[in-house]
């Protein structure tokens, strides 16, 4: 039994295998994931697991260099984008409309279904290098 880190297995094989500047999609319970898309579902029930555990969780494995957020979120649901600052004190978000979210997703390698509720829950994260 692994003893650190991400202990579900689809999560983990997603992040072994990316390389740099490939990226990885973590989205709330409502986003349309396309029917093609690496589905990881981890909705439990609205709310379970949230987003930002998810994305902190995440992050205990994955090197990020870029992080993209669409403007809604700053806009509509501002604590959960605080929130998404907060995880990334070194790495200033880009902010993209939700259109364009949606156009970086597409080249995901997965994307990771959490229950989050609050609108605009979404996120691309770009893997980064560790030397």
Not at 39 to 45: P, V
Not at 67 to 82: I, M
């Amino acid at each position: 039994m692994k003893k650190t880190g991400i202990m579900n297995k689809e999560i983990s094989a997603v992040i072994a295998g990316m390389g740099h500047n490939d990226m990885l999609m973590i989205c709330g319970s409502a986003y349309p994931i396309p029917d093609n898309g690496h589905r990881i579902d981890l909705a439990l029930e609205p709310g379970l697991p949230g987003f930002l555990d998810v994305i902190r969780v995440v992050l205990k494995e994955l090197e990020v260099e870029g992080v993209y957020v669409a403007a809604q979120t700053k806009r509509e649901s501002p604590r959960q984008f605080e929130g998404i600052c907060a995880l990334f004190p070194a790495l200033k978000p880009n902010i993209v409309e939700q259109s364009e979210l949606k156009e970086l997703g597409y080249k995901a390698k997965a994307y990771i279904r959490t229950g989050e509720c609050t609108p605009f829950s979404n996120i691309v994260l770009a893997g980064g290098v560790i030397f």
